[in-house]
């Protein structure tokens, strides 16, 4: 089975801190994925990998940045962590050599920024 | 701007009932229209998908409905169990790259 980990469940971070969001993934995966989940907006993408020192911006990048020096890990920075981004982070991985491939998810990381 | 538009945010059915979510998109490009389901406290899970090559695919009690010329899908859950009780997104993208969700649905089927 595939097993994408997170490494906090949740985190309370303050006003300005600098927080670092990291992602395993034990299947040799090529693709790499961040997303935020809100009520009411659904999953929306920050950043994703499509291979090792690769990244390309999603959706909603402003605010943060993504670091992937090793296949199976692929980070998510903060640089200043603001109110306005208290949210769900989801990480999620893919094979990256075919076409039409499901995205398996880790179980996300609850950050509340005070 | 969000690129799929999923509709109802929630519904409640009784068991045995047959809740039916619906997504529509603007985007003529895509051609893969993935639904995935979420537990509380897990991360969604792929539940079933499309290409705009069939008009009906069915998996178990899921079955996607897609109708290409209205630029619409929905996911009908048949017999709903209690163990179908989770949120549930829409999502389509050209090819499978980046995939573009829905705001989700929670699905509620009381015993």
């Known amino acids: 089975d595939v097993k994408v980990t997170q490494s906090s469940r949740y985190l309370v971070k303050r006003t300005g801190e600098k927080v670092f969001l990291e992602c395993v993934q034990d299947?040799?995966?090529?693709?790499m994925f961040w997303y935020r989940q809100d009520p009411g907006l659904g999953l929306r993408l920050i950043y994703f990998?499509?291979?090792?020192?690769?990244?390309e911006k999603g959706d909603i990048p402003e605010g943060y940045s993504v670091s992937r020096e090793k296949k199976e890990r692929f980070s998510l920075i903060l640089e200043s962590a603001s109110t306005n981004q208290t949210s769900m982070y989801l990480c999620?991985?893919?094979?990256?050599?075919?076409?039409?491939?499901?995205?398996?998810f880790g179980p996300g990381t609850r950050l509340t920024v005070l | 701007q969000q690129q799929v538009k999923q509709s109802p945010q929630s519904l409640i059915v009784q068991k045995g009932g047959i809740p039916i979510i619906n997504c529509a998109y603007e985007?003529?490009?895509?051609?893969?229209f993935p639904w995935y389901q979420q537990f509380p406290g897990k991360g969604p899970a792929l539940l079933i998908a499309?290409?705009?090559?069939?008009s009906e695919k069915k998996e178990g009690r899921f079955t996607i409905s897609f109708n290409k010329s209205a630029k619409q899908f929905s996911l009908h859950i048949m017999d709903s169990q209690p163990g179908d009780s989770a949120t549930y997104f829409c999502?389509?993208?050209?090819?499978?790259?980046?995939?573009?969700f829905g705001a989700g649905t929670t699905v509620t089927v009381r015993a």
């Open positions: 999620a991985s893919r094979p990256g050599l075919a076409e039409y491939n499901e995205q398996f």
């Open positions: 299947m040799d995966h090529e693709n």
């Open positions: 990998s499509y291979d090792v020192k690769m990244k």
């Open positions: 985007n003529t490009a895509f051609d893969y």
């Open positions: 499309i290409r705009p090559d069939v």
């Open positions: 999502a389509a993208s050209f090819r499978d790259y980046k995939l573009s």
